[in-house]
């Protein structure tokens, strides 16, 4: 059974960094492109990045209202995916979900998503 | 405002079937045959439901269904039941520098 689970969240000032953590099993973590998609309260659902996995190079796309200050990374020995967060705005509160995504735009599996609160 | 864009609400009675379109562009659903329906209940985690236009995981009912013309991507529920009722959400590739888009939800009521 794919489990993902993820850790890290919690309430931050804007301008602070955090780093969301997502801790994968049931599947073969280091083949697998992982993506992040995030829910601000009461909306709908963003896209935040994506990364591919060690054999397709882990490239990394993000959208562009995180680009340069969200940055993922893999970490295939703990099979664990990360999100380093920095430059927090009060727009990215959201509940943070890391998801598989085997094909473009194609979210198979989800966690249970970690909330990220900015506010002063 | 979302890039695909989806109506509000629908609602439908137990039994009947619905339609929830998402309209996109020619730069996404149109372009590309990767486009994904979730459902999503209060409270929980999205479910994927139907992926690449058409495709149907395992352990998903065959009331769901998917299908695209153009630039619009449709889901159909056939035989309404009570455990429907949830936000849909639908999701395209859209490459470029964009990559991917989700449409604004639709709040599906069983009546």
């Known amino acids: 059974e794919v489990q993902l689970v993820e850790s890290g969240g919690g309430l931050v000032e804007p301008g602070e960094s955090l780093k969301l953590a997502c801790a994968a099993s049931?599947?073969?973590?280091?083949?697998?492109?992982m993506s992040w998609v995030r829910q601000a309260p009461g909306k709908g659902l963003e896209w935040v990045g994506r990364?591919?996995?060690?054999?397709?190079?882990?490239?990394?796309d993000y959208a562009g209202p995180v680009r340069g200050r969200f940055f993922i990374s893999r970490g295939d020995s703990r099979n664990t995916l990360y999100l380093q967060m920095g430059s927090l705005k009060i727009e990215d509160t959201a509940v943070y979900y890391c998801?598989?995504?085997?094909?473009?735009?194609?979210?198979?599996?989800w966690g249970q998503g970690s909330l990220v609160t900015v506010s002063s | 405002q979302s890039a695909l864009t989806q109506p509000a609400s629908v609602s439908g009675s137990p039994g009947q079937s619905i339609t929830i379109s998402c309209i996109g562009t020619?730069?996404?659903?149109?372009?590309?045959?990767?486009v994904s329906w979730y459902q999503q209940h209060p409270g929980k985690a999205p479910k994927l439901m139907i992926s690449e236009v058409t495709k149907r995981p395992s352990g998903v009912s065959d009331r769901f269904s998917g299908s695209k013309s153009g630039n619009t991507a449709s889901l159909t529920i056939s035989g309404l039941q009570p455990e429907d009722e949830a936000d849909y959400y639908c999701?395209?590739?859209?490459?470029?520098?964009?990559?991917?888009?989700f449409g604004g939800g639709t709040r599906l009521t069983v009546l």
């Open positions: 020619n730069s996404d659903v149109g372009s590309y045959d990767l």
């Open positions: 990364i591919k996995s060690y054999a397709d190079g882990e490239t990394t």
């Open positions: 049931g599947f073969t973590f280091k083949s697998a492109w």
């Open positions: 999701c395209s590739y859209a490459g470029g520098r964009t990559f991917v888009v």
């Open positions: 998801v598989t995504n085997p094909v473009e735009a194609f979210f198979e599996h």
